[in-house]
């Protein structure tokens, strides 16, 4: 089993901010994606970005050239370095890991609250 453990959320003011860590643990057969949600009070869980095996990256529209995801191998652990932050950006942001052959992964999230 796997397990993921978000770090580096907290409060910033606008135009602040963040790095976010994902750990993960446990038996890691294969990675075919592993990539970051949020969930901001009252609205669906949405993809903020992902990274694949092979290292390809994806963006939600409203983040591009302002979030980038990147990974460390030798450590197990991914990352979402957060700038230019805005109160909208507000929301719990998890991570997620799929195994190859299907198996999904969650972290607890972790809180990112951007004041005005």
């Known amino acids: 089993q796997v397990q993921l453990v978000e770090s580096g959320g907290g409060l910033v003011q606008a135009g602040g901010s963040l790095r976010l860590s994902c750990a993960a643990s446990g038996t890691i057969f294969s990675i075919n994606v592993m990539g970051w949600y949020r969930q901001a009070p009252g609205k669906q869980r949405e993809l903020v970005t992902s990274?694949?095996?092979?290292?390809?990256?994806n963006y939600l529209d409203s983040v591009k050239g302002r979030f980038t995801i990147s990974r460390d191998n030798a450590k197990n652990t991914v990352y979402l370095q957060m700038n230019s932050l805005k109160p909208e950006d507000t929301a719990v942001y998890s991570c997620?890991?799929?195994?190859?052959?299907?198996?999904?992964?969650w972290g607890k999230g972790t809180l990112v609250t951007v004041s005005s």
């Open positions: 997620n890991l799929k195994e190859t052959y299907g198996s999904e992964y």
């Open positions: 990274i694949t095996n092979t290292g390809s990256t």
